[in-house]
């Protein structure tokens, strides 16, 4: 059974680097494609990007400046990294993975876990 | 980037009946659309793929249908388990876009 986990800080103050890491459980890293999406309170999912199995990786371009997603197949995690974030990045982040080989549509997710951006 | 419309956004229903969704996309999609179901609290959870194909475990009151730039997800036969909210999402580009979601409620 896959398994996805967030972890991050919970609170990120405004303009510093949001960092978080999705640790994957019950399968090889090496043959999904793997993915951040976000949901602010209230609001609706926004994906953020995916990476693929080869470590390339794809934004949304509202974003694309300041995301870098990373994978590190030996610890079997892979990471969000947002800079300069703003209250508006206050958000549920998810991580997720396609349910097949050539997947990006997600059928397996993280519980989530909510990031403040607040001083 | 590729925008999905969702309407309603909004939906009132009751117990038994049949409810249809509808995301509408700015330019054709083939059939690369997906449907989530998300309950409150919780993470979304993969219904409907490539348009009209049923997730495993996922009940056959749910069905999906479209192609192109308009997409249908029904549910028949509503069940109190089914008020939530859905979400469409295109995956024929390689930028990802959902729709703004329903909220389908008593």
């Known amino acids: 059974q896959v398994q996805l986990q967030e972890s991050g800080p919970g609170l990120v103050t405004p303009s510093e680097t949001l960092s978080l890491t999705c640790s994957v459980s019950g399968d090889s890293m090496r043959s999904y494609y793997w993915a951040w999406i976000r949901q602010p309170p209230g609001k609706g999912l926004e994906w953020i990007g995916y990476i693929y199995p080869t470590g390339s990786t794809i934004y949304n371009p509202s974003l694309m400046s300041r995301v870098d997603m990373s994978m590190d197949t030996s610890k079997n995690q892979f990471s969000l990294k947002l800079t300069s974030v703003t209250a508006a990045d206050t958000a549920t982040y998810f991580c997720?993975?396609?349910?097949?080989?050539?997947?990006?549509?997600?059928?397996?997710w993280g519980q989530g876990t909510l990031i403040t951006v607040s001083s | 980037d590729i925008q999905m419309t969702q309407s309603p956004s909004t939906l009132s229903a009751s117990v038994g009946d049949r409810v249809t969704i509808t995301c509408r996309a700015s330019?054709?999609?083939?059939?690369?659309v997906a449907w989530y179901q998300q309950k409150a609290g919780k993470a979304p959870k993969l219904l409907i793929y490539?348009?009209?194909n049923l997730e495993r475990g996922v009940p056959s009151r749910f069905s999906g249908s479209g192609s192109g730039t308009e997409f249908t997800l029904t549910i028949n036969n509503l069940q109190p388990e089914d008020f939530a909210t859905y979400y469409c999402q295109q995956y024929g580009d390689f930028f990802l876009t959902f729709g703004g979601g329903t909220k389908v409620q008593i």
């Open positions: 490539k348009a009209s």
């Open positions: 330019q054709s999609v083939s059939s690369w």
């Open positions: 997720a993975r396609g349910p097949t080989m050539v997947a990006k549509f997600w059928g397996y």
